[in-house]
């Protein structure tokens, strides 16, 4: 079936530090790839999204590339604030009608960022 | 901005007891789903529900779970005789269409089976 594999966390920054977080998937088809965020006490926020090979989500300053010959969807920003601590979902739908919202998640990456 | 609204926010129940963990889907979304995040797992996928049936469900949505949209705007999750391992966040998320849109997650509510 679908999987998702992200990096291990938690990861721990300084402000205004490069940020990647690795994530590959497992999918026949051709999925749609997202990234979602949770901030303390929130529900899960859509931050970006990709819905075919070689499209770029962007939002926020961050970005993801949809890389299908690396299976991957990597999410990185250049420069993370304060403000972007938070839990960082990497996810998968498997492609259109009824079974666009059956996402399959990775197991999410805590980001904290100092000041 | 419209948001998914969950109630409650959190339940402790005693085992065997009968839980609904409630939904409002943003108002003009039409397809609506529930996850669930045991403590230290993935997020899972429940079911999905469109013009009030279920579309698709995963195996972990056995016969225990049932889920309803009883009037225009909500829609609810039923767990029959709760067990230990149901303890876990739940999710509840809505989209106005399918392919290509948005799925908006609610908060969550928390459900501690003791």
């Known amino acids: 079936g679908d999987s998702v594999t992200q990096m291990e966390g938690p990861v721990t920054l300084s402000e205004e530090a490069f940020l990647t977080i690795n994530c590959t998937y497992t999918?026949?088809?051709?999925?749609?790839l997202f990234w979602y965020v949770q901030y303390p006490g929130e529900g899960l926020q859509l931050l970006l999204k990709?819905?075919?090979?070689?499209d770029k989500g962007s939002n926020k300053g961050f970005e993801a590339t949809y890389r299908k010959e690396t299976t991957s969807f990597h999410l990185e920003k250049g420069s993370v604030q304060v403000s972007d601590s938070a839990v960082y979902f990497c996810a998968l739908s498997p492609g259109g009608g009824t079974s666009y919202g059956k996402l399959t998640f990775g197991q999410g990456t805590i980001l904290t960022v100092h000041p | 901005e419209p948001e998914v609204t969950q109630t409650p926010s959190h339940q402790v129940t005693q085992m065997g007891q009968e839980v609904i963990l409630r939904c409002v889907p943003i108002?003009?979304?039409?397809?609506f789903y529930w996850y669930r995040q045991i403590l230290g797992q993935k997020v899972e996928f429940l079911v999905s529900?469109?013009?009030?049936?279920?579309?698709?469900k995963s195996e972990i949505f056995d016969d225990q779970f049932s889920v309803e949209r009883p009037d225009g705007s909500n829609f609810t999750l039923k767990i029959r005789s709760t067990k230990l391992e149901d303890s876990a966040m739940y999710f509840c998320a809505s989209s106005v269409g399918a392919t290509g849109n948005t799925i908006y997650f609610g908060e969550g509510s928390w459900l501690t089976v003791v």
């Open positions: 990709a819905t075919k090979a070689d």
């Open positions: 529900f469109y013009n009030n049936e279920i579309s698709e």
């Open positions: 108002s003009n979304h039409l397809y």
């Open positions: 999918a026949t088809g051709y999925p749609s």
